[in-house]
């Protein structure tokens, strides 16, 4: 009996505990982690892109923290401890300066649109590694190439007022929409294109003077792509 009692009490004091605190620690962790990483890509971007990083105001600055901060909460919340968590934060904070830099300057530029593919690629393709699900990253290859092309055709042959930034966009969204399976892709590229059209609506019903091209369709794309992430199994 003495012998259970001692090997009980090891086991108890070798198992590290465990429960809702634990996971309320690690996604206000994140949290905090992509807030800090979103201030140094804003200052990276003010140096690497001085016509696109500033000047920022303190309310801006605080809009954009907190906005990094609730989206990696939010993305630990949705994936945990996994593999593919980094890749998703960097779509984040990514995300959130593109739709900055979109909305005041209505550009996406490529060199932070293009670098987000390659660095998704290489984070999911370490996940994929890690968790064996090679069919996953060849599924998001796959998803980017097809809601590039989808976008391209619509930028080409409608006058929604779609550019080419919001078409190269497109190729990292359905690569990072597309790793999570097909329902994924569908509803993020289908509910992207719904969100930016009624942004245009509604701006062109406040002010009749702004024509469809002037609307920034890149955060519209991010929200819904971002939304349909975080919310779809």
């Not at 949290?31 to 801006?60: D, F, M, N, S, Y």
Request: aromatic share 6%; hydrophobic share 55%.
């Amino acid at each position: 009996m003495s012998h259970l009692v001692t090997a009980g009490s090891i086991s108890l004091l070798s198992v590290p505990p465990t429960g809702p605190s634990t996971g309320i620690l690690f996604i206000a962790g994140i949290g905090l982690v992509g807030a800090c990483l979103g201030q140094l890509a804003e200052l990276l971007i003010g140096r690497a892109l001085p016509h696109l990083g500033g000047p920022l105001t303190v309310r801006l600055r605080i809009t954009t923290a907190a906005a990094t901060f609730g989206l990696c909460a939010l993305l630990a919340w949705r994936f945990g401890p996994t593999p593919e968590l980094p890749a998703y934060i960097l779509l984040a904070i990514a995300g959130v300066q593109l739709a900055r830099i979109d909305l005041l300057h209505h550009l996406l530029p490529n060199r932070m649109v293009l670098p987000l593919l390659g660095a998704g690629l290489a984070l999911l393709g370490v996940a994929a590694g890690v968790s064996g699900e090679a069919g996953s990253l060849l599924r998001g290859a796959v998803g980017a190439l097809i809601l590039f092309v989808l976008y391209l055709f619509l930028a080409l042959t409608s006058r929604n007022g779609l550019g080419m930034g919001d078409v190269k966009l497109a190729a990292p969204l359905g690569l990072y929409l597309g790793y999570l399976g097909w329902s994924h892709l569908f509803y993020g590229g289908a509910l992207g294109f719904v969100a930016g059209g009624l942004a245009s609506a509604v701006i062109m019903l406040r002010n009749r003077g702004n024509k469809p091209k002037e609307v920034a369709y890149g955060p519209s794309m991010l929200a819904a792509g971002l939304a349909v992430i975080l919310l779809l199994p």
